[in-house]
């Protein structure tokens, strides 16, 4: 089914703002996902069709549903993948680096003239293979997003509050720590923000929820425009009760139909189980 | 050192209510202890001395802190405990069944003439091997305290949600689960409510944290004696707080000495961390 980084982004992001998605897909891209992508209102101007096949991932989840099992991997081709922004687009000013190669995020990020926030996302594979390009990646992003296991693999901590610390010592002002049902840590000089994921039985699939997380986070930000402590902590909280939709049912299934209403009175519901 | 969940659970409560405390401890407790312990208030007329060893438990934590390896556990005098409760201390309202023979909570809780709030905790070792006793026990009380392995285990459901309402359907209205460094989740038909733990890096001995953390939260509730609730929310922070004082030293360094402003301190740091 459809799925990536980029697109569980996208689909909470557009509830706030404009997504352009950068990207590259293959020739056996459907026609309808297409479709499907500029219906819900993304720009499309640098998605790249390249010859070769989309990438593929396959994946289980077991147990408590927090990390998935990968069953198997084809990159197609992301393996040749240089992104591509047009002229118009460069001057945009919230930058989600989705999870991929650092070098290619790099890239990416080198094309863009002035932007106010970036927020870097990346997985165990890069921190392994690629650190050093990741570190040094780090001193030109505002946020970096990981979940509790890639920050504790990245510091060497196992205390989340001092893998948060490190790494904001590697150059990013503010740290993201993603911790699947327990919810999420942010970190930065000014303030420590905690907050648990929404409480509910129905997880089905938290493919993407890591992503639509942070669409929800930047979508926020990027229409409220003011980066302060108020703002960031209802960007977790918008993060929190978007993800909280993208686990309910397969896919897009959920956040694809799900509207800015939906995620207010959510949130709503939220408060009463979070505040005292 | 000096510990046992009694204790622990004392140092917390003691700050918001008169704690009396039913325990068996051998003849080689240490007469210091004795004196610590009424010099703290703790009401001890219920407090057995027999013949044999005081009970005694050794642990390691490693990686995340948040399970202790057992290294070793002498029961001695435990073996035969049978509780004793004073004639006076048997009208007392708020009972605190610390981890132990579920059969030795409930021949306590059958001396009790008529409790407004029973508070049960319990163990993996007992969810094994006293299974049905500790589900018989489910039906005389009013909130049952788990971690979420214990929850997990008993249940048989991963996701904590359900395992709650698992865990309700067994008799206890109340349920509240402590997810160590993830913070709390507590359930009842009326509300949810998730509170995450209070951000620290100064992680030194968990041991106690779970029993500091009822100490705090039933304390509070002791005193305000209205069980609503606004009451439970505020009395879950309590224990939240309560917890990460004790786990920034060993043993009771640190709860021997905190104070109710210390509390309300933090809390109010606290809320900081988790309001949006």
Known sequence: ???GSAVHFAMAARLFTKVNLVAVIGRDFPKKYIAFLRQKGIIL??????CGKTF??????RGDMN????????????????????QEQRGIKYI?????????QRCLLGHMRSPKLVVLDSMNYWIRHKRRALL??????????ANDQEARVLSGESNLVRAAKWLRRQGPGMI????????????????????PAYPTDKVIDPTGAGDTFAGGFMGYLSK??????SNLKKALAFGTIAASFNIEDFGLNKTAAFTIKDLENRLAEFRKCVLF
């Open 1 to 3: 089914m459809l799925g």
């Open 45 to 50: 101007t640098s998605l790249i069709q390249s």
């Open 56 to 61: 593929k991932w396959e994946g289980a989840y």
């Open 67 to 86: 990390t998935a099992s990968t069953l198997s991997t084809e990159l197609g081709v992301l393996t040749a993948f240089r992104p591509f922004v047009s």
């Open 96 to 104: 989600f680096l989705a999870n991929i190669d650092p070098d290619i």
């Open 136 to 145: 040094r990646l780090f001193k030109k992003v505002d946020i970096y997003v």
């Open 176 to 195: 993201l720590i993603k911790k699947g049902e327990h919810g999420v840590l942010f970190y930065s000089d000014k303030f420590i923000f905690s907050l």
């Open 224 to 229: 409220v425009e003011k980066i302060n402590e």
